[in-house]
């Protein structure tokens, strides 16, 4: 079983780098080939295509091992998206207007979704899945952004430090919190465990907020600070990093919460040091980037039915992509120019939150794991989540040569240096 794992994290490998090789030159970031190869390597292309090959390489006994390998990647990259998180000039004014773009972004394609659940509940939910279980669901897994994704898109583009940049990145977190822990509230009333689920999983987060910031925040500066003064952690103080890290993800995980979430917070904790932020990039990252993330999407990809392709799918697939972008171009641009943004930011601020990538495939799968969906919405959902993020690039270009066109245009209307008064 080891040596069948192997293959197929070079077969996965392969596909990854071939697919955003060719959609790089398309002006696509990686990500999106990474996770267009996932969906390559499901059964909806490769096992269509070719059935048996396609069971004796990805058989179901072996998919395990490529899911924990694809947890460990979310984890190290967003630990180290939480070291590079620095607070802007005027922190409040930036947090208040996180907390409006959040939740304008969310509230918007949420409502959206409750409107056209009654069209789809009959055609998608499984059986035995009541409307408003599957309803509420399908509002949350529209309303997520992508914020592992988003940061690789602004990181790609050079934004993650702009104004609009921080500003996304932000109000990502804000909203996928919040996500997750009405979530948390569904899974809990669906599985019986009722509102003292809810309640625990509140609780345990407040204590572990408590936990980062009050406790290990200065413990790990205090060591970073004695052991680790140049800015590169030895082995030893790097493998104290790791078990905090491990740690926290593996609490927010207990919680019903992602551990992705838990590894940013504790990644967000540490000294804000760019020599230490350089050192973690070089060491962790590009392990996580190149070899353990596009095993998450070859994972997802699995998870895909044929069965989703009909006249029926297609129709639902084009509503839940109408209400998708809709809700978030206007959410998250009406949130951003009630800040204060130009309405040339206000757009590119919502075409970011429409990325909806990597956090969105785990909400499917929580969803898909839970019975609230069945494959043929996971497969639409991925779809859907895939359409949004490859959407994200070209709208953010066009902007800027709008916003550009906008700059000649004014200099050319511009009196002449010589004739200013």
């Known amino acids: 079983m080891t040596g069948l794992l192997l293959f197929q994290i070079a077969v996965v490998l392969v596909a990854a780098r071939t697919c955003?090789?060719?959609?790089?030159?398309?002006?696509?970031?990686?990500?999106?080939?990474?996770?267009?190869?996932?969906?390559l390597l499901g059964p909806v292309v490769f096992g269509a295509a070719l059935?048996?090959?396609?069971a004796a390489l990805f058989p179901a006994a072996s998919l395990p091992g490529l899911s924990a390998l694809s947890t460990l990647g979310l984890v190290l990259f967003m630990f180290v998206i939480g070291v590079e998180m620095r607070a802007p000039e005027g922190a409040r004014a930036q947090v208040l207007a996180a907390a409006r773009v959040a939740g304008l972004s969310a509230l918007l394609p949420f409502a959206l979704a409750l409107?056209?659940?009654?069209?789809?509940?009959?055609?998608?939910?499984?059986?035995?899945?009541?409307?408003?279980p599957f309803a509420l669901y399908l509002g949350v897994?529209?309303?997520?952004?992508?914020?592992?994704?988003?940061?690789?898109?602004?990181?790609?583009?050079?934004?993650?430090?702009?104004?609009?940049?921080r500003l996304s990145l932000s109000a990502a977190a804000l909203l996928d919190v919040g996500a997750w822990i009405a979530l948390a509230l569904l899974v809990a009333l669906t599985t019986g465990e009722g509102a003292?689920?809810?309640l625990r999983t509140l609780a345990g987060l407040g204590l572990l907020l408590v936990l980062v910031f009050g406790v290990l925040k200065p413990l790990f500066a205090g060591l970073l600070r004695r052991?680790?003064?140049?800015?590169?952690?030895?082995?030893?103080?790097?493998?104290?990093?790791?078990?905090?890290?491990?740690?926290?993800?593996?609490?927010?995980?207990?919680?019903?919460?992602?551990?992705?979430?838990?590894?940013?917070?504790?990644?967000?904790?540490?000294?804000?040091?760019?020599?230490?932020?350089?050192a973690l990039v070089e060491r962790i990252e590009h392990l996580a980037l190149v070899l353990l993330m596009p095993l998450f999407f070859a994972v997802a990809g699995m998870g895909t039915?044929?069965?989703?392709?009909?006249?029926?799918?297609?129709?639902?697939?084009?509503?839940?992509?109408?209400?998708?972008?809709?809700?978030?171009?206007?959410g998250g641009g009406l949130g951003a120019r009630l800040s204060g943004y130009s309405t040339r930011d206000s757009l590119a601020v919502g075409s970011l939150m429409n990325a909806r990538g990597m956090i969105?495939?785990?909400?499917?799968?929580?969803?898909?794991?839970?019975?609230?969906?069945?494959?043929?919405?996971?497969?639409?959902?991925?779809?859907?989540?895939?359409?949004?993020?490859?959407?994200?690039?070209?709208?953010?270009?066009?902007?800027?040569?709008?916003?550009?066109?906008?700059?000649?245009?004014?200099?050319?209307?511009a009196p002449p240096e010589g004739h200013r008064h």
């Open 20 to 39: 955003g090789v060719l959609l790089a030159r398309l002006g696509q970031p990686p990500v999106i080939g990474e996770m267009a190869a996932g969906v």
């Open 141 to 165: 897994a529209l309303s997520v952004t992508a914020f592992p994704v988003l940061a690789r898109i602004l990181k790609d583009r050079g934004m993650q430090h702009t104004a609009v940049g």
């Open 51 to 54: 059935p048996e090959l396609h």
């Open 227 to 278: 052991h680790a003064s140049d800015g590169r952690p030895s082995g030893t103080v790097l493998a104290a990093l790791l078990v905090g890290l491990f740690a926290c993800a593996a609490a927010t995980e207990w919680l019903h919460l992602h551990p992705v979430f838990g590894a940013f917070l504790f990644g967000a904790c540490l000294p804000r040091d760019d020599r230490l932020m350089h």
């Open 196 to 198: 003292a689920g809810l």
């Open 305 to 330: 039915s044929a069965d989703a392709f009909t006249a029926t799918g297609a129709g639902a697939l084009l509503l839940i992509l109408a209400v998708a972008v809709l809700g978030k171009l206007l």
């Open 115 to 132: 409107a056209v659940a009654p069209l789809l509940h009959g055609m998608l939910a499984p059986e035995g899945v009541a409307f408003w």
């Open 360 to 413: 969105e495939l785990i909400v499917m799968k929580v969803g898909l794991d839970a019975g609230l969906i069945g494959p043929e919405l996971f497969t639409l959902l991925l779809l859907v989540a895939l359409c949004t993020t490859l959407m994200t690039g070209p709208l953010l270009a066009l902007l800027a040569r709008r916003g550009s066109a906008a700059k000649v245009e004014a200099a050319a209307a």
